[in-house]
Every structure is written in structure tokens, then in C-alpha cells.
């Protein structure tokens, strides 16, 4: 799991999702939405098969997902 600065949202647009946040397992299914500060450790799967969902993310927290970490700087 990673932290980073910023904020990320998600919707789950098919299948279901889990959000692994610090110590928490959420599960977050079809037409869910989820937010959270991208400073607590966190990742992303699929549960029980094909997941499809839409992220968004602030600007900081796009860095954070960006090749080479928070230190890339934007394109």
C-alpha cells in the first residue's frame, strides 16, 4: 500500500471493488462511490472477478500515482 499527498475519489461503474485504507477493507460495489485522504496507506482491487471504476484524483494525488512517485513533476 502507498500514501501520498492529495485526495482520490472512485465510482464503481461494474463489478465490485475493495479499498484497502490503513487497517480497513471496503467493499464498494456497482454505482458506489468512495473518498478518502491519499495519506493513509491505501490500494485498489477487484473482488470476485472484473471490476471496472472511474478515479479521480487532485493534483497532488496525481503526482503520487505518476511514474517515479510524488518527485515527477507534471507533463
Known sequence: MR???GREWL???SG???LLLGDRRIRIETN???EFPTMLPHAIGAEGGPCEILGIF???ARRGHQR???ET???
Open 3 to 5: 500514501a501520498h499527498p
Open 11 to 13: 465510482v464503481v461503474l
Open 16 to 18: 465490485t471493488a475493495v
Open 32 to 34: 458506489q462511490a468512495a
Open 58 to 60: 487532485d493534483r497532488d
Open 68 to 70: 517515479g512517485g510524488a
Open 73 to 75: 513533476s507534471p507533463s
